[in-house]
C-alpha cells in the first residue's frame, strides 16, 4: 500500500456514515494514528452532514395523495395512447380527402372546360333576354361565390376545431 491508501479505510467510512466512529475505540486511535484516515474522517462527516440537511429538507406527500396522482397520471397517459391511433386515422383521411378532391376535379375539368367552350360558342346564338339572365346569373355568382365560401368557412371553421379539440366526453 502506498501513503495514500489505509486498508481501515472503508471500515472509517462506514463508521462515520452510520455515526458510530465514537464507540469503536480501536478505530477511533487508529484514526489518531493515521493522515489518510483523519482525512476520510474530515471528509465522510461533509458528506454526511450534506446527506442530513438534504434529507431533512424533503417533504414526501402522503401516500394517497401520491397514489391519486398516479392514477390520474396513467389515466391521462391511458387517454392519450388511445386518441393517437384516431389522430393519425383522421389525418390519413384528411389527406386522401384533399387527394380525392384534387383527382375528381383533375378528371372532371375537361368536361368543364368543353361545357364552357360550348356555351361560349352557343352565346352568340341566344336570344337576348337569355342571355341578360345568364350573365347576370354570372355576375351574381362571381360577386356572391366569395362570401358564400367565407360564410361556409366561417361555420365549418369552429365546428371543425371543437370536434378535433374536444376530448371525446360528450
Do not use: N, Y
Amino acid at each position: 500500500m502506498t501513503a495514500l491508501d489505509c486498508a481501515r479505510e472503508p471500515e472509517v467510512v462506514q463508521a462515520v456514515m452510520a455515526g458510530r466512529l465514537a464507540a469503536c475505540q480501536d478505530l477511533g486511535q487508529h484514526v489518531e494514528s493515521c493522515d489518510v484516515c483523519r482525512e476520510v474522517v474530515a471528509i465522510t462527516r461533509l458528506f454526511r452532514e450534506d446527506r442530513d440537511a438534504t434529507l431533512a429538507d424533503v417533504h414526501l406527500p402522503a401516500a394517497g395523495q401520491v397514489w391519486w396522482r398516479a392514477a390520474v397520471r396513467a389515466r391521462l397517459d391511458a387517454a392519450h395512447a388511445a386518441a393517437r391511433p384516431l389522430t393519425w386515422a383522421t389525418g390519413v383521411a384528411a389527406a386522401c380527402a384533399a387527394g380525392l378532391t384534387v383527382g375528381v376535379v383533375g378528371i372532371a375539368w375537361p368536361t368543364i372546360d368543353r361545357a364552357l367552350t360550348w356555351f361560349g360558342d352557343r352565346a352568340g346564338s341566344m336570344p337576348p333576354p337569355t342571355l341578360a339572365v345568364a350573365d347576370l346569373t354570372a355576375t351574381l355568382m362571381q360577386r356572391t361565390l366569395p362570401f358564400a365560401l367565407a360564410a361556409a368557412f366561417v361555420v365549418l371553421a369552429p365546428v371543425a376545431l371543437f370536434l378535433a379539440l374536444s376530448d371525446g366526453k360528450r
